[in-house]
């Protein structure tokens, strides 16, 4: 009995944080963030000694970390219709001329070789800054497709947006975080 | 024919991955008359890997903790 206790003891303090660190990419304030997580470890500790012998902890307290979190999400969006003024800036204005093609000196350069700088931290504290710059709405569906891999469908539920809302806040955060990126790391060269 | 402003939505709103053969022809085309874009379209698929390591870093344990 006192093993399985210093067990979970021993995992919680080594997987807090990256629980801390997911819940903080879809919630905030980080208080909110934190008591999603405690939601999760509670659980943890509930779970029955057998059961917990017989399951990944880690799956297991991660799924019950993505419904807290997405419990959260349903509570802030329901009643929320409106994404088109989610952006307080045209990015497409930036980007394309008023034949909707490339402004020169805009279009991202091909980057060369990403595998070899996808390793080190300072690179993912630049993902980080530019995930983190996301303007909120498009932040928040990003998020929940790309780190929670919800499907469009449930996001679209979750949140209470329309397909088309759906498609604009991806393509506006990934436009963005492309930008980003090969200003913040790719050295900037564009076509 | 598409725009570049259209393609560039077609790829970075997923629509891209539920297009009909129609969608995924004009798309084609346009990759293969604009340059800008091919690139744009390497990169995009870069992000892709990219986020995903980013993830897998997210969640990954803390050192410190480590047995």
Known sequence: MNQVIDDRAQWICRWRGPMLRFACLHVSPREEAEDAVQDALLALLEMDIDKLQSTDPKRYVFGILKNKVMDRLRKRYSGEVSYCEAFSDDLDAYLFNERSHWLDGVAPAGWHRPDEQMQTDQFFAVVDLCVHHLPTKPAQVFSMKEFLECDADEICTTLGLSKTDYWQCMSRARKQIQLCLNQKWFGGACL | ?67
């Open chain 2, 1 to 67: 024919m598409m725009t570049c402003k259209q393609y560039i939505f077609h790829l970075t709103s997923g629509q891209a991955q539920e297009a009909g053969a129609l969608d995924r022809f004009w798309a084609a085309q346009h990759r293969l008359v604009c340059h800008r874009c091919r690139a744009y379209t390497r990169n995009d698929q870069q992000l892709s890997v990219l986020l995903q390591r980013y993830r897998d870093q997210v969640l990954s344990p803390d050192e410190a903790a480590k047995d």
